[in-house]
């Protein structure tokens, strides 16, 4: 709950602990201020998050009396929204105030082939080290070797036992990791592409079809635009930390688990 300020107004109290008005307008940061503001200025709704906030306020009192904030369960749930809460905060600092519309502008004008209705047919293997993804690199790349059969019988993806590997068509919007989607979509159909390191694992990709889409204005693609270089963004900063700091990782020790 937010803590009570000069300004803040006092709406209610549960055993002497007081709600404010800016407890209101805080368990409404979800939305954006052109929405939060419509629904302040609606009494039905200002009362029905305020009855919210009072029973919230009963089961946390409740919670601290049945000595719930001491188990481990609260502790790991504290620690996970810390970090949480902080690198979001850290990203905040260090990249939002480089979304500028100019940036974003120029991000589109560089990379207008990612803002398309192109499409393509995609075949995959999913290995899980990079050894193993180079042996499947050599076996698919075989004279006469068929990817479909070979990805039936070695993709660690758990769906390669029914669909024997083929994704199928995809466009630039599909649900798959940006990193799988840049390779598929700069590669020719026929070819073959990989080992691909993802948190997934490492994959070989390969190209069937080729469907060539039109390009999309910026105001078309204006929001995906801006998360995309969000993103790109937010990647760099992360791997100048990496950079400087001490990082082991463990691979027998995470395939076990």
Do not use: C
């Not at 993103?231 to 100048?240: H, Q």
């Amino acid at each position: 709950m937010m803590a009570m300020s000069a300004q803040a107004k006092e709406l209610a109290k549960v055993n002497g602990k007081g709600i404010t008005d800016q407890d209101v307008k805080g368990a409404l940061s979800n939305y954006n201020e052109g929405q939060r503001n419509s629904l302040l200025r609606d009494n039905n709704t200002r009362r029905q998050v305020l009855v919210n906030l009072i029973e919230q306020e009963l089961l946390t009192q409740q919670g601290e009396k049945d000595r719930l904030d001491q188990n481990p369960q609260y502790k790991a749930a504290a620690e996970a929204f810390r970090r949480q809460y902080l690198a979001s905060q850290v990203l905040e600092k260090n990249v939002a105030n480089k979304l500028t519309e100019a940036a974003a502008k120029a991000y589109y004008e560089q990379h207008t082939d990612r803002f398309s209705t192109d499409t393509v047919k995609v075949q995959h293997i999913l290995a899980s080290d990079e050894k193993a993804a180079r042996d499947a690199l050599q076996q698919v790349k075989a004279e006469g070797a068929d990817f479909l059969a070979i990805a039936e019988k070695i993709s660690r993806d758990p769906s390669a036992k029914n669909n024997r590997g083929e994704i199928g068509w995809i466009t630039r919007d599909s649900p798959l990791v940006e990193e799988f989607k840049q390779i598929a979509f700069s590669t020719k159909a026929g070819e073959i592409a990989g080992p691909l390191k993802t948190l997934y694992g490492y994959h070989i990709i390969k190209i069937t079809e080729r469907k060539s889409g039109q390009p999309l204005n910026y105001d078309e693609v204006e929001l995906k635009v801006k998360a995309a270089l969000r993103n790109e963004l937010a990647r760099n900063y992360v791997a100048g930390l990496r950079k400087v700091a001490k990082v082991s990782v463990d691979d027998k020790a995470l395939d076990s688990m």
